[in-house]
Nanobody, 128 residues
Framework: QVQLVESGGGLVQFGGSLRLSCAAS????????IGWFRQAPGKEREGVSC????????EYADSVKGRFTISRDNAKNTVYLQMNSLKPEDTAVYYC?????????????????????WGQGTQVTVSS
C-alpha cells in the first residue's frame, strides 16, 4: 500500500526557514520520482519541486528557485524540502506526491491530476 506522510510544517516569520519531510512507504524510493506541491486558500494546487531517480535531477518552480532545495535519503525512504527565505506568499498546505515513475513530470505543468498518490499535507504559514 503506497503511503506518503508529510511533516515539518508550522508557523514561521518572514525570512525564516522550515524543512518539510515526506516519508514514503509501500514502495522503494530509489526508483521513484517525488514531487512537492502547495495549495493556498482559493488557489489551484501548484507544483513546487520534484526530484527524479533516473538521473537524480531536480526541478523547481520559478517562484521558489534559489530559496527551496529538494533532496532524498533513500535509506530513510524520505524526501525533504528545505525552504529558506520564506515569504508570506509561500503560505499554503504543502503536499508530496508520486506516480511511481522514475522521472519527474515538468513542475510548471504538473497538476493535482498528474500524480496518483498524495500525502495528507502539512500547513506552512509565513507571517509578515
Amino acid at each position: 500500500q503506497v503511503q506518503l506522510v508529510e511533516s515539518g510544517g508550522g508557523l514561521v516569520q518572514f525570512g525564516g526557514s522550515l524543512r518539510l519531510s515526506c516519508a514514503a512507504s509501500g514502495f522503494t524510493l530509489d526508483y521513484t520520482a517525488i514531487g512537492w506541491f502547495r495549495q493556498a486558500p482559493g488557489k489551484e494546487r501548484e507544483g513546487v519541486s520534484c526530484i527524479s531517480t533516473s538521473d537524480d535531477s531536480t526541478e523547481y518552480a520559478d517562484s521558489v528557485k534559489g530559496r527551496f532545495t529538494i533532496s532524498r535519503d533513500n535509506a530513510k525512504n524520505t524526501v525533504y524540502l528545505q525552504m529558506n527565505s520564506l515569504k508570506p506568499e509561500d503560505t499554503a498546505v504543502y503536499y508530496c506526491a508520486t506516480d511511481l515513475v522514475r522521472r519527474c513530470y515538468p513542475v510548471h505543468i504538473a497538476t493535482k491530476d498528474t500524480y496518483r498518490y498524495w500525502g495528507q499535507g502539512t500547513q506552512v504559514t509565513v507571517s509578515s
